[in-house]
């Protein structure tokens, strides 16, 4: 048997090119990472906190593994900037959503006012909000923890706006009295119960249908001073 019989053969030709890895173009260090982060949403929003990890975002953004690794240290690195970031931009929105309340208002117009933002708030940004009304999978505690505190901040900003209500509220025309931190309390959670619907349940509660109930309710409640 010669030499040449033992040496295996390649089962490619050598002119044929090598199937390579699709290119990930080239972005900026920021930009790279505002994509990685928007992959780690995509996947927790339509697959839950189990099914997250360093190849799922790779593979939604299209990269690399290395490339992950060179935004994010770790997974726990990646998740607390999507964290930090989603934590910011839904506090903000939710602020945004609520009317100035230092100038003059009608009680039941206002209400009506930041019912009609929120529904605007939640068809912009979906994801965000079903992961902090409706989360799916399981939940880590360092995220339940941020969530219960923004939700507090915000339920006493509109606890705040409820004793300025009841305050500017003089004469027989008064209602019976009204305990403004069970109130903000009940506001809230009925807000995240119609905002869960929304996310799920699309289309069973008219915007208008809601935004005209909450008119009469709070004119009931906190009727404007004449």
Not at 11 to 40: G, I, N, T
Not at 90 to 96: D, K, P, V
Not at 102 to 115: K, L, Q, R, T
Request: charged share 25%; hydrophobic share 45%.
């Amino acid at each position: 048997m010669s030499y040449a019989a033992k040496v295996p053969t390649s089962s490619s030709s050598p002119d044929r090119p090598r199937k390579r890895r699709p290119y990930a173009p080239r972005l900026p260090f920021e930009q790279r990472r505002e994509q990685l982060l928007d992959a780690a949403l995509f996947v927790i929003a339509n697959d839950g906190y189990d099914r997250i990890s360093i190849d799922a975002v790779a593979t939604r953004a299209g990269v690399a593994r290395s490339v992950v690794y060179g935004a994010y240290e770790n997974l726990d690195a990646l998740l607390h900037a999507l964290l930090d970031r989603q934590q910011a931009r839904a506090f903000g929105r939710l602020l945004r959503a609520m009317p100035d309340p230092n100038g003059p208002y009608d009680p039941a117009e206002f209400a009506a006012e930041a019912v009609r933002r929120m529904s605007a708030m939640l068809r912009e940004d979906p994801d965000t909000w079903r992961l902090i009304l409706a989360p799916p999978g399981n939940m880590p505690a360092a995220v339940r923890r941020r969530i219960d505190a923004d939700r507090e901040r915000f339920r006493r900003r509109v606890e705040g706006w409820i004793s300025r209500a009841l305050a500017a509220r003089t004469g027989p025309a008064s209602a019976p009295h009204l305990d403004a931190g069970v109130l903000a309390h009940a506001l809230v959670a009925c807000a995240e119960h119609f905002g869960v619907l929304a996310l799920t349940e699309p289309g069973r509660i008219d915007p208008a249908l809601l935004i005209g109930q909450v008119r009469v309710i709070m004119g009931v409640l906190l009727p404007r001073e004449r």
